[in-house]
Structures are given as structure tokens and as C-alpha cells.
């Protein structure tokens, strides 16, 4: 049984950073994608950043405009785990985070193509 955690969620005053992670177990996500969305109250969730498998030994990243320069996606494919490193946190940052996985993907950046999601962590960005 695939499962996805995520943990490092909280509250943060603007300006600040926080670090989140979410460790798969299940199966490997090495040649896959893994992936963060996140959806705010009243909004639909929305793609925050992926990681995925490009080739050999080479991956690709993709950022949503709204968090380029201030969010990085990295991944620990020994540990099966994808961290998201958020930097000058804005309270429009505010939402519940989510970790999304699947082994073979093509698009990283729609929901729909992900099998795999976490249960969620709340972030909270106070002004």
C-alpha cells in the first residue's frame, strides 16, 4: 500500500521559511514525479511545484509563477522523499499543502495525472 506523509507545516509570520517534506513508502517514485499542490479556503487546489525523472540520471523542476524565487523542490531518492523549501513566505502562502506522486507522468504540473496524495499539511503565513 502506497502512502505519502507530510510533515513541517505550521505557522509563520511573512518574510519567514519553512520546510516541507513528505516521505513516500509503498514503492519508489525514482522514474516518476512527486509533486506539491496546494488549496487555500474557497479556492481550488493549485499546482505549487514538481520534481520528475527527465533520463538517466537527470531530473526537471517546474515552479508555478506565484512561487518562482522563493519555493525549491528537491527530492532524496534514497529516502523516497520530496522536500519543498519555502523562502519569504507571503500571506497568500496560506493554504493546506499536499503531496502528490506517481511513477510514470508526463504533465507534473495538472492533478489529475497524479495516483498518489498525501493527507495534507496546513501552512499558515500571519502579515
Known amino acids: 500500500q502506497v502512502q505519502l506523509v507530510e510533515s513541517g507545516g505550521g505557522l509563520v509570520q511573512a518574510g519567514g521559511s519553512l520546510r516541507l517534506s513528505c516521505v513516500a513508502s509503498?514503492?519508489?517514485?525514482?522514474?516518476?514525479?512527486m509533486g506539491w499542490f496546494r488549496q487555500a479556503p474557497g479556492k481550488e487546489r493549485e499546482f505549487v511545484a514538481a520534481?520528475?525523472?527527465?533520463?538517466?540520471?537527470?531530473?526537471?523542476?517546474d515552479y508555478a509563477d506565484s512561487v518562482k524565487g522563493r519555493f525549491t523542490i528537491s527530492r532524496d531518492n534514497v529516502k523516497n522523499t520530496v522536500y519543498l523549501q519555502m523562502n519569504s513566505l507571503k500571506p497568500e502562502d496560506t493554504a493546506v499543502y499536499y503531496c502528490?506522486?506517481?511513477?510514470?507522468?508526463?504533465?507534473?504540473?495538472?492533478?489529475?495525472?497524479?495516483?498518489?496524495w498525501g493527507q495534507g499539511t496546513q501552512v499558515t503565513v500571519s502579515s
Open positions: 520534481i520528475r525523472w527527465s533520463g538517466g540520471s537527470t531530473t526537471s523542476v
Open positions: 509503498g514503492r519508489t517514485f525514482s522514474r516518476g514525479a
Open positions: 502528490a506522486a506517481d511513477p510514470v507522468i508526463t504533465i507534473a504540473t495538472m492533478s489529475q495525472n497524479y495516483h498518489y
